[in-house]
């Protein structure tokens, strides 16, 4: 059973930063594409992290340079380090997992099988 847990959400100040992390249970990170979204209420879930199967990462235009997503394999946890925050970066943010290469290629939220509970992010000006 595949188990994605959230943690590390908080409210910060404009230009600082929060590290969330992901725990995944029931899979070995290092065999799935892992991806952070996040979702504004009323709004669909933007992707704004991925790490494809051999580790690479890419990122939207609106978080490159400031988001890094990283990974333990050993603990099997990924983590996304938020940098110079904004108040457009305030949402709930979710971890998620797909074993499938075309569904990674797509990057798209419904692509995703597996969803953690997510952590709220506030971004105060």
């Known amino acids: 059973q595949v188990q994605l847990v959230e943690s590390g959400g908080g409210s910060v100040q404009a230009g600082g930063s929060l590290r969330l992390s992901c725990a995944a249970s029931?899979?070995?990170?290092?065999?799935?594409?892992m991806a952070w979204f996040r979702q504004v209420s009323g709004k669909g879930r933007e992707r704004v992290a991925k790490?494809?199967?051999?580790?690479?990462?890419t990122y939207p235009d609106s978080v490159a340079g400031r988001f890094t997503m990283s990974a333990d394999y050993v603990e099997k946890i990924v983590y996304l380090h938020m940098n110079s925050l904004k108040p457009e970066d305030t949402a709930t943010y979710y971890c998620?997992?797909?074993?499938?290469?075309?569904?990674?290629?797509?990057?798209?939220?419904?692509?995703?099988?597996?969803w953690g509970q997510g952590t709220q992010v506030t971004v105060s000006s």
């Open positions: 998620a997992a797909t074993a499938l290469q075309w569904a990674c290629d797509q990057g798209d939220a419904p692509a995703f099988p597996w």
């Open positions: 029931g899979i070995k990170i290092g065999d799935y594409c």
């Open positions: 790490m494809e199967f051999n580790g690479g990462t």
